[in-house]
């Protein structure tokens, strides 16, 4: 069935580049996503991108996809304290049809 | 309304007991997910509704799990005879149809089971 792997902590100083890596098993995936989940709260989607792109590029953070490994990234550059969350790699419009398939989250940390 | 809206935020109940957890999504949201978040854990699939299409239930753990969506709008999940492994937090979610986009996510349940 459909995996989404992603390392569960990362933790950088404040203005260092935070970069979460993500591999998925599902070859088929349309869609691949990020969300963002801060304490007590629900998901928040951040960006997406097709899979027939390489890079999405949204102000300080670029999504990379590599499809032939089936690896895709978040970079997060600047970061900050508030950029502190749970971070999802998920995928969607594969085998699973619509419904979307998560990772178990990486919990950035970020050091002043 | 303007978000994805669920109650109650919190809910603690005796094992055994029947609970409902409410999801009222985004007006004209076709789409409806529920998810099941577990501590350490990533989110697991439990339902999805679209429109009056019948509703994808592969994901319900047991048939104690069922939902409803009634009028294409607010949705009820209800775990019956409830165990403690059942503790968790459940998520809400909708989305425009079942393309491209992301989902908006409420801000979920926590189920206590004592």
């Known amino acids: 069935g459909e995996d989404v792997e992603q390392s569960l902590f990362l933790s950088v100083r404040e203005g260092d580049s935070s970069v979460i890596n993500c591999t998925y098993t599902?070859?088929?995936?349309?869609?691949l996503y990020w969300y963002k989940q801060e304490p007590g709260a629900g998901l928040q989607l951040l960006t997406y991108?097709?899979?027939?792109?390489d890079m999405k590029q949204d102000q300080r953070l670029t999504v990379l996809l590599n499809k032939k490994d089936k690896h895709l990234s978040l970079r997060i550059a600047d970061t900050q304290t508030g950029d502190s969350a749970i971070y999802f790699c998920a995928e969607k419009g594969g085998t699973g049809g619509f419904k979307t398939i998560f990772g178990a989250g990486t919990r950035l940390f970020v050091k002043a | 309304g303007a978000g994805v809206s669920q109650s109650p935020s919190n809910k603690v109940t005796e094992k055994g007991k029947d609970v409902e957890l409410r999801c009222d999504p985004i007006?004209?949201?076709?789409?409806l997910y529920w998810y099941r978040q577990s501590l350490g854990q990533g989110l697991e699939f439990l339902i999805y509704?679209?429109?009056?299409?019948?509703?994808?239930k592969s994901g319900l753990p047991s048939d104690r799990f069922s939902a409803e969506r009634t009028g294409g709008s607010v949705s009820t999940l209800t775990i019956q005879r409830t165990q403690q492994e059942d503790s968790a937090v459940y998520l809400c979610?909708?989305?425009?149809?079942?393309?491209?986009?992301?989902?908006?996510f409420g801000s979920g349940t926590r189920l206590t089971v004592v």
């Open positions: 509704f679209q429109g009056n299409s019948a509703p994808d």
């Open positions: 007006s004209g949201h076709t789409a």
């Open positions: 991108i097709f899979s027939n792109m």
């Open positions: 599902d070859s088929s995936s349309t869609y």
């Open positions: 979610a909708s989305s425009l149809g079942p393309g491209e986009g992301g989902y908006t």
